[in-house]
């Protein structure tokens, strides 16, 4: 089987190999790669008869089916870039994704349109918006041609235009610190290389079956679809609105691979799980935050034959470690190494490599090493730097500089190379002369059992600096005794880490749109309302 370098050809080669295998479930229906690669292959022609010119951007705003997959790979097929956008943000947020990426074409639902009818015109790039059966009467909207899913498909075949693995693939917008999102620029290269070092650790194969439960928009969401498919193997796709539905789909379909972050994972352990799952489960694996070892622990005991990846990335890099399961009995509050193909740093403020266990930031060098913001060339700046010339792999005879990513996190590295997370920078709390990760803060809230879902964040303290406040949830079934709680913060941590106020609110915590608690907007809400 010849090996993939463009996106698409995971899904080509795949049909190749075998085109009756099972590619996607959605529902009760299941499309075979041999399906799913001429419905790419025609959704790639329908976009060269647009006019469609190499690079454009192609939007993709819908909840995860079928068509949202053919799209995603149908537009880099057709030589131009994707770019999912989240389902859950509203119609101002997504004008300002499509003006500021320029997009070409947009792709949605009857129903998504309708909410986004008068926000369209000002997108003065956008020429087409093609609409998903079925749509009886396509909407007039001033300047813009509309065009039925189905129509777009029967155009006359066409190929692409020709692109490289170094070529732009496609644009996933993450949450960004002055409230607009910045757009991540990943290359084909970066997201094959990425599919390949994910499978071979989590060593998956034709005849797997992942659950896509996170965001299609979320680079680990995504990496459900390339993983997958790299393999030859089958994807579930799931618009979950309960736990409980997670846990039911993956008995039903027997999924062999399950990929989530915490905030689901703490609410999944706290529910039954047949016993039928651990005959077929091979592994979960956890990645956009440190799962609570508590949980990892509860759904360890759900799953006593299921083996745990604890895994860190982020979307600038896609994915930078994992923890081999073996290792999660001796070392269960570590991030573990670099992924395979992937070399992973802890450099200090003047890029000199830190001793072992000091503190410094993680930086990733690499094939998975993103291109950049999308016209941030401040932010990126900022984030993707030269390398020093006395890092790790750099030798002075070098001339032309490596970029890599600068994370922004904290860690550590102990004496064995086990990579450990300390926090981000712009979220750890200064208490009385002690910088405090608020991870830390959480992992021994949940520890104690005594709360659902929790929150730690500093806020200006005149004697302290900053003060630590929590926001939590009652445990499943129960209530919260605040007094009880701070007690047991006595007991398990030094005073300066102990919260210093504890509010209790109803669950679920308010989520960002990738499905991690959204420690800012809570922090911002709190400060509001107490300090009128």
Known sequence: MRDSTLLPELISLAAENDPTAPALTYGKATLNYGELNEAVTRFAGGLIGLGLQRGERVAIYLEKRFETVVASFGAPAAGGVFVPLNPLLKAEQLAYILRDCNVRVLVTSPERLALLQETLPACHDLRHVVVLDPADILPVIGGLNTVRWRDLLAAPPAAGHRVIDTDMLGILYTSGSTGKPKGVVLSHRNMVAGAKSVAAYLENRAGDTLLAALPLSFDAGFSQLTTAFHCGARVVLLNY????????TVEREKVTGLTAVPPLYIQLAQLDWPASIGEHLRYFANTGGR????TLETLRRHLPGTKPFLMYGLTEAFRSTF???EEVD???????????NAEILVLQEDGSPCAPNQPGELVHRGALVGMGYWNDPEKTAERYKPLPLHAPGREAGLVIPEIAVFSGDTVRMDEEGFLYFIGRRDEMMKTSGYRVSPTEVEEILYATKLVGECVAFGVDDERLGQAIQVVATPPTGGSLDVA???????TRMPA???PGGVEVRDGPLPRNPNGKIDRKSLSTAWVEQNTR
Do not use: F, H, Q
């Not at 001796?330 to 395979?340: F, N, Q, V």
């Not at 009880?484 to 006595?490: D, F, K, N, S, V």
């Open 330 to 340: 001796r070392r269960p509050d570590s991030i573990g190494k670099a992924i395979p």
């Open 291 to 294: 799962m609570p070892r508590e």
């Open 496 to 498: 300066y880490m102990v």
């Open 323 to 325: 923890l081999p399961p």
């Open 484 to 490: 009880a709680l701070l007690a047991e913060c006595r």
């Open 241 to 248: 609105l309960l736990p409980r539905d997670v846990i039911k």
